[in-house]
């Protein structure tokens, strides 16, 4: 079936549905206008419409959400698909915009003293948040921000770049990184004020964990959190079960990078400006996720984001410099190391490599700047499916496992409670490191014989 046959198919189930089978009355006025399929067609963006206030609409949205497994179940009664899509609504503000968009026009008599304004009101928001995330950032005044541990670009680049949103907009922000970070991050504006969990102070009313839905997956930073904090979750990655600890979630698995999310945050929120020390933070987590805009995930939407943030003031050239180019020369060791240990199995069709403490104190290399380590094995001809063992501490293991299409290690990560994408997962596991490598190496042959009796 052709992909857009498909979403138009899975429209008119989903909206059928909502007015024969399911029974919430919060979806009464609801309007399915489109749906877009991801390119692993693994999810589904839901864009949908309400008659009604910016109350009835969250109580649209939540209806919705909570009619996802139901409606699901549903197209795969009515469709034989190799991959149900997980669905994530959004509501379609297209509509609204183009109201916008005649008053602007209308106004355009009122003349230069009006540019600033309507400027304002043709912000880029290809990712429209929650009104109830919205609003917890509009009610609320002191907030903490934190990614997970081990944190990439992604993580840090997001919650520099709202952290300094929110503190230009007059709101009190803790950033919280982590000492593990590689290098280059000391070229973010505002990485220099950011806290070690240990030297935060006071209270705060809200906590954000951004490309992040798990408490225990910020480690040291949960320390000392009252339980009195309203929680919110700005992630792009998708979650084993479907859920994830905040009171407010926003998961965009359509979205490039959890740095898009807080692009179109940032473009939602007219109290909220886009500096250039804002779009720089963001800029290094977009071109980090997409490969420097090579991967599977980088689309139309995500080189309008990169180029919006550019035009605020990011640095492309720099920053692609500091993030996807420069190495120290101890780093350059440590990738030999890693490349030598490359071990080809399953004909050729799996790589497994391993990362070692030993191999950093021997090469002064630190594990903290490998990131993209794992990609060159993508590279090697024949090679569809790739995981590289870094050694935590004894017996320890985290896993960065890669697919080429048209294979999905996020089933393989979420066997060993771990997640991600279709194309880029990880998990944490624990024992000898040959008894990792065969656990990993049994998943990952189950996901090349799955997809080969699909295909």
Known sequence: ????????????????ALVDRVKDPRIA??????????????????????????????KSMQGLRSSAGFLQSIIGDSLRLKTIPRLHFRYDDSLDRSFRLEEILDDLHSGPEGEAERSEEMRFIPYPPPPDLVEVFREHHSFRLTTHVNPDADGIGSLLGLGLALEAAGKTVQMVRHE?????????????????????????????????????????????????????????????????????QWIEPAAAASASMVHSLVGAMEELSLSGEVASCLYAGLITDTGGFR?????????????????????AAALAESFLHRRSPATLRLLARVLDSFDYRLGGK??????TRAMCEETGGRMEDTEGFVNFATSAEGVELVALLKEVDEQTWRVSLRANDPYDVQRVAETFGGGGHAKAAGCTLQGPVEEVEERILEALSRELQMETAEG
């Open 29 to 58: 006025f609801v309007t399915i206008n489109e749906v877009r399929l991801s390119r692993d067609k693994t999810s589904a963006q839901i864009f949908y419409t309400v008659l009604g206030s910016d109350e009835e609409r969250r």
């Open 295 to 315: 991967f599977s995930n980088t689309d139309a939407t995500t080189l309008h984001v990169g180029g919006d943030l550019v035009e605020h003031g990011a640095d």
């Open 180 to 248: 593990d970070g590689p290098s280059a991050f000391s070229v973010l504006p505002g990485y220099d004020r950011a806290v070690l969990p240990g030297e935060l102070q006071g209270e705060d009313e809200v906590l954000v964990l951004l490309d992040c839905h798990e408490l225990e997956r910020i480690g040291p930073a949960a320390d000392g959190l009252t339980g009195r904090e309203k929680v919110v979750v700005i992630d792009h990655h998708l979650t084993g079960d479907g859920d994830s600890e905040g009171e407010v």
């Open 350 to 355: 799996v790589v497994l490599a391993r990362m």
């Open 1 to 16: 079936m052709r992909e857009g046959h498909l979403e138009e198919t899975l429209r008119r189930i989903i909206a059928q």
